[in-house]
Antibody, heavy 119, light 108 residues
Framework: QVQLVESGGGLVKPGGSLRLSCAAS????????MSWIRQAPGKGLEWVSY????????FYSDSVRGRFTISRDNAKNSLYLQMNSLRAEDTAVYFC????????????WGQGTLVTVSS | SYVLTQPPSVSVAPGQTARITCGGN??????VHWYQQKPGQAPVLVVY???DRPSGIPERFSGSNSGNTATLTISRVEAGDEADYYC???????????FGGGTKLTVL
C-alpha cells in the first residue's frame, strides 16, 4: 500500500538546523510531485514547499524561503527538507504528501514528524 | 494571495446533516479539495475536485462549489465524523496551494 514515513524531527535551538526525511513506498515515487506541509500546535495546515517529479520545479512559502531547501532522491524514493536558521515559529508537525500534478489534491499524507524550536 | 475562509466550528446532532463552508473570491472557478483530520492523526482526503470521493470514503460525504462558496456536506452524521475539516485550492497566480483555516465539527 502507499506509504509515506517522515523522520528527522526533534528539539533544536533557535538558529539551528535540522534535516527531515520522507520515505515513500508502494508507488512509483518518480511519477509524483511531493510537498511538505506543516501544522503548528493547535493551529491549521500551512503549506511549506513542493518539488516536481525530477526536481526541476520548486516552490516555497514566503515564511520559509531562503531558509529551507527541499530536495528528492528518486533512486532512494525519498524526499528531504533541509531547515536552517530555525525560529520558534517553525515549531510544528511536518507532514509530507504526494500529489499528481498542479491542481491535484494531496493524497496520502505521512504521519508527520514534530519539530520543536526552543532554547 | 488567495484567501479561503471557513467557520471555526460547526455543531450537529447525530443523524443530521452537517454543512461546512469554504469561502473564496470566485472559488467556483477553482477545484476544491477537502480533508478530514482527527486528533493526533494526519489529514485524510475526503472530497476532491469539488465533489468526487476517493475510494473508501462513505457516500455520506459530498461536496459542491459555486460562486464564492464551496460546501462539504456530511449526511447522517456519526460520532466518528467529529474532526477538523480543511478546504484547499491552488492559487493560479502563484502556483501555490492554499488551505482554509479549518472547521471543527462537533457531534452533539
Amino acid at each position: 500500500q502507499v506509504q509515506l514515513v517522515e523522520s528527522g524531527g526533534g528539539l533544536v535551538k533557535p538558529g539551528g538546523s535540522l534535516r527531515l526525511s520522507c520515505a515513500a513506498s508502494g508507488f512509483t515515487f518518480s511519477d509524483y510531485y511531493m510537498s511538505w506541509i506543516r501544522q503548528a500546535p493547535g493551529k491549521g495546515l500551512e503549506w511549506v514547499s513542493y518539488i516536481s517529479t525530477r526536481g526541476s520545479t520548486i516552490f516555497y512559502s514566503d515564511s520559509v524561503r531562503g531558509r529551507f531547501t527541499i530536495s528528492r532522491d528518486n533512486a532512494k524514493n525519498s524526499l528531504y527538507l533541509q531547515m536552517n536558521s530555525l525560529r520558534a515559529e517553525d515549531t510544528a508537525v511536518y507532514f509530507c504528501a504526494r500529489f499528481r500534478l498542479l491542481l491535484a489534491p494531496f493524497d496520502p499524507w505521512g504521519q508527520g514528524t514534530l519539530v520543536t524550536v526552543s532554547s | 494571495s488567495y484567501v479561503l475562509t471557513q467557520p471555526p466550528s460547526v455543531s450537529v446532532a447525530p443523524g443530521q446533516t452537517a454543512r461546512i463552508t469554504c469561502g473564496g473570491n470566485n472559488i467556483g472557478s477553482k477545484s476544491v479539495h477537502w480533508y478530514q483530520q482527527k486528533p493526533g492523526q494526519a489529514p485524510v482526503l475526503v472530497v476532491y475536485d469539488d465533489s468526487d470521493r476517493p475510494s473508501g470514503i462513505p457516500e455520506r460525504f459530498s461536496g459542491s462549489n459555486s460562486g464564492n462558496t464551496a460546501t462539504l456536506t456530511i449526511s447522517r452524521v456519526e460520532a466518528g465524523d467529529e474532526a477538523d475539516y480543511y478546504c484547499q485550492v491552488w492559487d493560479s497566480t502563484s502556483d501555490h496551494p492554499v488551505f482554509g483555516g479549518g472547521t471543527k465539527l462537533t457531534v452533539l
